[in-house]
């Protein structure tokens, strides 16, 4: 848990993370995001549709939106992508993309994270939930990032 909170905190301080960069894979499906928790200075929303189980791992992107930027028009985010062993409540960071003021992708950044328990985090423990259990809320769906931010960013 202390090397994905730390890579969490990277993640959330700056802009880069020292792996190498890789292309952004290829999407074939629809995004679906659902907001999933929120700070006072950031929503956390999961793209329902990008879940899946290979190999005994369920994948999920989760897309941090800050809720009251300087300039409202400013599309900024960022998608951390994140592995699960469902059964075994273990999960690795897996990836980071990073998204301009104009909404397009600056970098992405892989990380081979090692498989930690999930322990007491209740963010994690509810993207688990969302990646491995189905629970999904009741507030509705963006097709995209940006639609999100078009709202009130609140949810």
Not at 32 to 38: D, N
Not at 114 to 122: R, V
């Amino acid at each position: 848990m202390k090397t994905l909170m730390m890579a969490l905190g990277l993640a959330l301080a700056t802009p880069t993370l020292a792996t190498p960069a890789l292309p952004t894979p290829a999407r074939a499906m629809a995004e679906q995001w659902q907001l999933i928790s929120s700070s006072t200075t950031t929503a956390y929303l999961a793209d329902i549709d990008s879940i899946a189980t290979a190999e005994g791992v369920t994948t999920i992107r989760i897309a941090r939106v800050r809720k009251a930027p300087a300039n409202p028009a400013d599309l900024s985010h960022a998608v951390d992508e994140y592995g699960f062993r469902c059964s075994a409540d273990q999960i690795r960071f897996v990836a980071t993309s990073d998204y301009g003021s104009d909404g397009a992708l600056i970098e992405r950044y892989v990380e081979d994270a090692p498989w930690e328990d999930i322990g007491d985090s209740a963010l994690f423990n509810y993207i688990h939930d969302v990646a491995c259990d189905g629970d999904r809320s009741a507030d509705g769906t963006w097709p995209n990032v940006q639609a999100f931010m078009a709202s009130d960013r609140e949810g």
